[in-house]
């Protein structure tokens, strides 16, 4: 049996409602390649992940 790759998505600064969509959507330009393996949900090992702080805007005010 396969074991699934636990994807990060949900926590990078790149994931993004789009109301156009009606979705979360990847906001990074992604090819071919890696938005097939996006839409197929195994992104796990994905180059552009970064993790959403969304303190470091409050940081950087002060």
Do not use: H, T, W
């Amino acid at each position: 049996m396969k074991k699934k790759i636990q994807s990060n998505c949900e926590c990078c600064e790149f994931y993004e409602y789009d109301e156009e969509c009606d979705a979360y959507v990847c906001i990074q330009n992604l090819d071919v390649d890696e938005l097939a393996r996006f839409v197929s949900g195994d992104a796990g090992n994905c180059p552009y992940f970064r993790f959403y702080d969304e303190y470091k805007f409050v940081q950087k005010q002060n």
